[in-house]
């Protein structure tokens, strides 16, 4: 069974920037992505989409500051994070709504999370 693998988490200084990637872990293809945040006690947040074909949205907290992106020909997909503040602190996770694999397709993905945390 396929999964999504984030990467680039870790402690920042508000201010600062992180890169987050997220995979699948075998080779497959990766329709639209979003990238959610949760803090404990609060609601699952959707901060950045995009599209198969590119098209990108954004969470009114993030824009300006987080930009979305792919490398379709590597399959993975990228959340820069800019000017970060101690309230992006949460567990990041890439879903896809959608993975193409050799043995067929899997629907809403989810990967397990890569923590975020913005301190000094």
């Known amino acids: 069974q396929v999964q999504l693998v984030e990467s680039g988490g870790g402690l920042v200084q508000p201010g600062g920037s992180l890169r987050l990637s997220c995979a699948a872990s075998?080779?497959?293809?990766?329709?639209?992505v979003g990238w959610h945040r949760q803090t404990p006690g609060k609601q699952r947040e959707l901060v950045a989409q995009?599209?198969?074909?590119?098209?990108?949205d954004y969470a009114d907290s993030v824009k300006g500051r987080f930009t979305i992106s792919r490398d379709n020909a590597n399959n993975t997909v990228y959340l820069q994070m800019n000017s970060l503040k101690p309230e992006d602190t949460a567990v990041y996770y890439c879903?896809?709504?959608?993975?193409?694999?050799?043995?067929?397709?899997?629907?809403?993905?989810w990967g397990q999370g890569t923590q975020v945390t913005v301190s000094s």
């Open positions: 879903t896809a709504d959608r993975i193409q694999t050799v043995t067929g397709y899997y629907f809403g993905v």
């Open positions: 075998t080779n497959a293809r990766i329709y639209a």
């Open positions: 995009i599209t198969s074909g590119g098209t990108t």
